[in-house]
């Protein structure tokens, strides 16, 4: 309902196929794995996951709004939770939101920089221990399937 669908265009060859791309996180807020191919990885691709201090936490169930709010978030949060392999979650370096959520589009300058910067922290902290080539060998290598 926020963002609109885009259109992709894939050029093979003389062949062009089109793909229309919709994403509003019902069924996964943080599909990594789509820019994996089934070669060996040239580069690394990263994820950068926003969470909160209620990431995993129950939810407080009041009445019939928040029950069904609460079904959604948690069928969301679990079919991510399903589908992050280790080897996606190795890749992803996770982002405290600061209590600010994915749909507060109104929010100051201020703590939009708060948030960058929280997101500069935890690149840094993810980069002093990541190895691309530990990572390819251990999860990409053509040998190994995950």
Do not use: C
Request: charged share 25%.
């Amino acid at each position: 309902y926020f963002i609109g669908p885009m259109k992709l265009k894939n050029k093979s060859g003389l062949k062009t196929e089109t793909h229309l791309v919709v994403d509003e996180g019902i069924l996964s807020n943080f599909p990594v794995w789509i820019f994996d191919s089934e070669r060996e990885p040239r580069w690394p691709t990263f994820g950068f996951r926003l969470v909160s201090e209620k990431t995993g936490k129950p939810n407080n169930v009041n009445g019939p709004l928040s029950m069904g709010y609460a079904i959604i978030s948690t069928m969301v949060e679990a079919h991510d939770t399903r589908h992050i392999k280790e080897q996606d979650y190795v890749r992803s370096i996770l982002v405290p939101s600061l209590g600010i959520h994915t749909t507060d589009f109104d929010i100051s300058k201020e703590q939009s920089e708060q948030l960058f910067q929280s997101g500069v922290n935890a690149a840094k902290s993810f980069f002093e221990h990541w190895n691309f080539y530990q990572y390819a060998i251990k999860y990409r290598s053509p040998k190994k399937k995950v």
